[in-house]
């Protein structure tokens, strides 16, 4: 295994700088003629249309975030109490919707919705309503769609992690009245709490990136940017009007959020005495 | 005794009566109709790959009674079609099995070794997934440039792999964490050589975690389109398969036929490799790691 270990860690540490390499690359803009120091990020700041672009995007990878999970757990728990064909049937629709390519999932969800072919408007009786003119409605179309195609990835990591749970535990805890959430709460969530604590991790970091279903979904960000979040809102500055440097910044921002709330996170994981 | 006995089992009945039956016929019943609800998108995605252009665009119908293959053979009529398949079967194969290796020892190092910034490189691990896959776009065009590996598919494959490593190395972490160290030790002190140990205990114990992972990489190399049509820019027989769907994304006058019909054709080889993997995927974990 020390074998394994010294194989291993040039190869990683290779894959890391290779890593390393482009984002410092971006850090630089795409390595500039001219050093600008912090000349993007004051531009950035004083743009208000920046702050309410933030301001949605942390409400809306929230609200993605709470959602697959809630979705992911609960299907999760409901796949450890069905018999066999069930199960598969909810697997495999699953299975389905994950292997969905972003960009297949949003024109087929952005098909479902549709104003004038869709079937949804219709069978809800709504006409020739648009879903993607408002911005609520354009966010929770979307919303709807990242849900669908991220929960599958929640639920089998915890239904693996589920089945891992010793039967009897779960048992006694059944024969000790708990009722089915109580024993989530109290018996499962914490002895789940590593794989709970990769894939919220991982949802933050995904639902806080979307990009394809909103670029696609919203045209580029809807109706005067009314739908832009941080990652389409870099990518409209760097290749729509080729401030590549004003992108390159705002994928620095999104970065340090990013690692600011995995950072609190973590520490607040640690303070419960859970080692990383 | 037999009083307490009596009363422990007449308690166990009850669940079984009152809670167990009536509610695994409710969570079944829910569970059909989630299943039928997410799959109902990929149902209207297939039909519609099979409607006439004229139903499409008529009265949304949940059947159609003239399935027809046209928007099959507008989108198997592009030249090279078997070629941009050919392309993205290699990309995938070739990322999935690199990063499966690679991910396994590197997951292992950091959870079995305790080393010099072992944190810090967890941390780093996460770090690199933070950053926005298309900011790096541009930056990573140069990097492929001065490597001369424009318009070949290393320009696809090595991204992939460097972008599915740390999340593939984070999340088999904790499948590695599962296995208890007592059986580690247990190994050793049968002789075992590490070496042994790791490809003969651990990596089939962490198989259905490396599964996981591995359907996850196979994903991102498979859909993406964005470096594809970024580093690929002209020798197209090098191109991949979303390439050849992106013809019929026409944002004014969508040809939604076409559309979903390349979709299928692109959702297919994933949805079979998910079926071939679903029983690992969740299988296995549950029995080996118990003591």
Not at chain 1, 155 to 162: F, L, N, Q, S, W
Not at chain 1, 190 to 218: A, N
Request: proline share 5%.
């Amino acid at each position: 295994m020390v074998l394994g270990g010294l194989l291993a860690y040039p190869i990683y540490q290779l894959g890391l700088i290779s890593v390393f390499h482009y984002t410092q690359a971006q850090v630089s803009g795409g390595e500039p003629t001219t050093f600008e120091g912090f000349g993007n990020y004051s531009a950035l700041f004083s743009d208000g249309q920046f702050w309410e672009v933030l301001l949605a995007t942390v409400v809306f990878a929230a609200a993605c975030v709470v959602s697959t999970l809630a979705v992911g757990c609960a299907l999760a728990v409901l796949l450890t109490r069905v018999r066999a064909v069930p199960r598969l049937a909810l697997m495999l629709a699953a299975l389905g919707a994950w292997a969905t390519p972003a960009i297949t999932g949003s024109t087929v969800w952005l098909f479902l919705f549709d104003a004038d072919f869709g079937p949804v408007n219709r069978v809800l009786g709504l006409g020739d309503h648009s879903w993607t003119y408002g911005r609520f409605s354009a966010f929770l179309l979307v919303l709807l769609e990242v849900v669908w195609c991220s929960f599958p990835f929640v639920m089998v990591t915890v239904y693996a992690g589920i089945r891992a749970v010793p039967a009897e535990v779960l048992e006694a805890a059944a024969l000790d009245g708990a009722s089915q959430w109580r024993i989530w709460r109290s018996v499962l969530a914490p002895m789940l709490r590593p794989i709970l604590v990769v894939v919220t991790i991982q949802s933050v970091i995904w639902d806080f990136k979307v990009f394809t279903q909103i670029y696609v979904m919203t045209g580029g960000g809807g109706i005067a940017g009314q739908n832009l979040v941080l990652n389409v809102y870099a990518y409209q500055k760097a290749f729509a009007s080729s401030q590549y440097s004003l992108g390159a910044a705002i994928g620095v921002v999104m970065l340090l959020i990013l690692l600011a709330v995995t950072l609190v996170y973590l520490r607040l994981l640690r303070r419960q005495g859970e080692e990383l | 005794m037999s009083l307490v006995r009596q009363d422990v089992e007449s308690r166990v009945n009850l669940l079984r009566r009152f809670t167990r039956r009536p509610g695994r016929t409710a969570a079944e019943v829910t569970a059909l109709v989630v299943a039928a609800v997410v799959a109902f998108p990929l149902y209207w995605m297939v039909l519609s790959a099979f409607k006439p252009a004229g139903e499409i665009r008529g009265e949304p119908r949940p059947w159609t009674l003239a399935p027809t293959l046209d928007s099959f053979r507008r989108v198997f009529g592009q030249q090279d079609f078997g070629r941009y398949f050919l392309n993205s079967v290699v990309v995938a194969v070739a990322v999935v099995i690199a990063s499966a290796f690679i991910a396994f020892l590197a997951a292992t190092a950091v959870t079995r070794f305790r080393f010099r910034l072992r944190t810090t490189l967890l941390i780093m691990f996460l770090v690199a997934q933070m950053v926005p896959v298309e900011a790096l776009t541009i930056p990573l065009f140069f990097v492929m440039r001065d490597l001369g590996q424009l318009n070949t598919l290393w320009s696809l494959i090595l991204p992939h792999i460097a972008f599915s490593l740390p999340f593939a190395i984070w999340m088999l972490r904790g499948f590695v964490k599962g296995v208890p160290e007592a059986l580690e030790e247990a190994a050793y002190m049968d002789g075992a050589s590490r070496a042994r140990f790791l490809w003969q205990i651990l990596f089939p114990l962490v198989l259905p975690g490396l599964v996981a992972t591995s359907v996850f990489s196979f994903i991102s190399a498979w859909n993406d389109f964005l470096f594809a049509k970024s580093f690929i820019i002209s020798d197209i027989s090098q191109s991949t398969l979303p390439m050849a769907l992106l013809v019929f994304y026409k944002p004014d006058d969508p040809d939604w036929g076409g559309v979903m019909a390349a979709s299928t054709v692109m959702t297919i080889p994933v949805l079979v490799f998910f079926v071939l993997v679903q029983r690992r995927l969740v299988s296995g974990l549950g029995g080996a790691v118990k003591d």
